[in-house]
């Protein structure tokens, strides 16, 4: 009677070390040998970058920049190409404001602010909506 019982826990014991035996090195499989050859690094900058001679003289052009006023979803347009954006040459911060719970163990800060129709739209860790002035922060 108590080998009715052990029987299939010593059956499934058999078969996981055999299934173990697989992976074990010393069991027939050698290491294959190194290709031959010199190992060339990928990543290390043997040689500096320079300019095509071709491109030498040539003129860049670039389209009109273009005055964005919406920012209707996160890295702009659905495409993320934003082209040629016009903006001030001294960038400086307008303002700054806090806009609610941040990251903690239970809730994640993931959504990034949207701007429409001169307002900047935010949602919090806890997905509290604010909408901000986009000139004033107000």
């Known amino acids: ?3 009715f019982f052990i029987r299939p826990f010593i059956i499934f014991a058999g078969i996981l070390l055999v ?4 992976s074990l090195p010393f069991l027939g499989t050698t290491e294959k040998p190194p290709l031959s050859g010199k190992r060339i690094s990928i990543l290390a900058q043997e040689q500096t970058l320079q300019a095509d001679s071709i491109t030498t003289g040539k003129k860049i052009l670039l389209p009109a920049p273009t005055s964005n006023n919406e920012w209707p979803q996160a890295g702009g347009y659905a495409n993320h190409a934003m082209h ?3 903006i001030s040459p001294n960038i400086k911060e307008s303002w700054s404001i806090d806009i609610g719970s941040g990251t903690n163990d239970t809730d ?3 959504a990034q602010p949207i701007m429409a129709d001169g307002r900047v739209y935010t949602m919090d860790a806890e997905t509290v909506i604010a909408a901000f002035n986009a000139i ?3």
């Open 1 to 3: 009677m108590i080998f």
């Open 19 to 22: 299934s173990g035996c697989g």
């Open 84 to 86: 040629h954006i016009k």
């Open 108 to 110: 994640w800060l993931i």
């Open 136 to 138: 004033s922060g107000d």
